[in-house]
């Protein structure tokens, strides 16, 4: 919460004061940008990972974009029943998403086009232990393991307008082509590997940046 107040903060604060130097267009040349995105119930995260995304200038019109994300959740569950039964699930994820976009107008209305690399981890743990009576110790009666990969592509197609030079509101639509690699080691199924290609649509995405 405190971080969304803060965040919150600095746009209202370069909304309000930043004037932009009308001698100057909207994209130059060294530019950094911290881009956010606005989710459904008005709540701000990252507008590529969850936690870092920052695009750079190279031109008037190309730029670099990169994004980082990561999460990990632990959760424990227990049930009684016939017998007192413990799952504790682990999960772990990883994204990294490296994009060349392309200005096709530099106005203060720009469209901009881009592509480039994908990559993604994910990884949970599930063990399930078990207590047949208050006297006796718990045993372990499950473990699944689950690890994927995944390499590709993603293109996007996105429109941005400058409230001000330092202040602008996007909307971007994309897609995504993968491999995903993926491994299950479980201790009474044994293990499987899986392996798919997936192509899908990234959905449309609403958000602001930070321009310095």
């Given at each position: 919460?405190?971080?969304r107040?803060?965040?919150m903060?600095i746009?209202?604060?370069?909304?309000i004061?930043?004037?932009?130097?009308?001698a100057?267009?909207?994209?130059?040349q060294?530019?950094?940008?911290?881009?956010?995105?606005?989710?459904?119930?008005?709540s701000?995260?990252?507008?590529?990972?969850a936690?870092?995304?920052?695009?750079?200038?190279?031109?008037?019109r190309?730029?670099l974009?990169?994004?980082?994300?990561?999460?990990?959740?632990?959760?424990?569950?227990?049930?009684?029943?016939?017998?007192?039964?413990?799952?504790?699930?682990?999960?772990?994820?990883?994204?990294?998403t490296?994009?060349?976009?392309?200005?096709?107008?530099?106005?203060?209305?720009?469209?901009?086009?881009?592509?480039?690399?994908?990559?993604?981890y994910?990884?949970?743990?599930?063990?399930?232990?078990?207590?047949?009576?208050?006297?006796?110790?718990?045993q372990?009666?499950?473990?699944?393991?689950?690890s994927?990969?995944?390499?590709?592509?993603n293109?996007?197609l996105?429109?941005?307008?400058?409230?001000?030079e330092?202040?602008?509101?996007?909307?971007?639509?994309?897609?995504l082509?993968?491999?995903?690699?993926?491994?299950?080691?479980d201790?009474i199924?044994?293990?499987?590997?899986?392996?798919?290609?997936?192509?899908?649509?990234?959905?449309?995405k609403?958000?602001?940046?930070?321009?310095?």
């Amino acid at each position: 919460m405190s971080t969304r107040i803060i965040v919150m903060s600095i746009v209202l604060v370069t909304f309000i004061y930043a004037q932009p130097d009308s001698a100057s267009g909207y994209l130059n040349q060294g530019t950094f940008s911290l881009q956010f995105q606005i989710t459904e119930n008005f709540s701000i995260k990252d507008f590529q990972g969850a936690l870092f995304s920052a695009k750079y200038l190279l031109t008037g019109r190309s730029a670099l974009r990169f994004g980082l994300g990561t999460d990990y959740i632990f959760a424990e569950n227990t049930r009684d029943q016939a017998a007192t039964v413990i799952l504790e699930e682990e999960t772990y994820s990883l994204q990294m998403t490296g994009q060349y976009l392309y200005h096709l107008t530099g106005n203060q209305l720009s469209m901009y086009t881009g592509i480039g690399p994908h990559f993604e981890y994910y990884w949970r743990s599930r063990i399930t232990t078990a207590q047949q009576n208050p006297e006796s110790e718990f045993q372990e009666t499950g473990r699944n393991q689950f690890s994927r990969y995944g390499f590709g592509l993603n293109a996007v197609l996105g429109g941005e307008y400058f409230v001000t030079e330092y202040l602008s509101l996007m909307a971007e639509y994309g897609i995504l082509g993968q491999y995903r690699y993926g491994k299950v080691a479980d201790k009474i199924a044994g293990e499987n590997n899986l392996k798919e290609y997936r192509f899908e649509p990234v959905l449309l995405k609403f958000g602001f940046s930070l321009n310095f």
